[in-house]
């Protein structure tokens, strides 16, 4: 006569097995909120390129343009992709993975990154000595706003998805 395991326990333990990675969709069910997860990350790369532009704004318009000042929109962009991603990580619950995490960092930063250009370009045309300076080239015509303001784009998307990157390893233990 067979022997059958009436244990509960090995059964759940057998079937959620794989469930930890989170990398593969077991039960193959529609998750919904994966189709509107880049429009919240546009969104929040929106609201937080506005803060981000406005604190820079004060800040230039009190201290001047020292280079402090462009290292504290990297704390600025910390700050808005971490509660993004807890945001995110929190909407989810056990659906989140690393690479809904990497795509709110990629779409949050590459729209950061273009509100921060298009302030740049609406202070160059309202006052030139406004325009944030890249750390080579200096605002002062229409060439070298366009040199700055790439770089200033490119600066924030590296920084903002190796930010990113950073935050996911923090937070990797809750996924």
Known sequence: MMQINRNP???????????????????KEMRTKDLSSTNEAILFGILGGVGIAMFLVAAQLMIGNPLVL??????ALFGVLRYGLDA???????NYNFKDGILFGIFATASIGLILVIVNIFMFWFSPNLAFDAFTTQTDSISNLVLSSRIFFLETLVFGVTITLIILQAIKTKL
């Open 9 to 27: 326990r090995s059964i759940d333990i057998e079937r959620n097995q794989y469930k930890h990675l989170r990398t593969v969709n077991t039960n």
């Open 70 to 75: 462009k290292f504290l929109k990297f704390i």
């Open 88 to 94: 995110q990580d929190t909407d989810k619950r056990n």
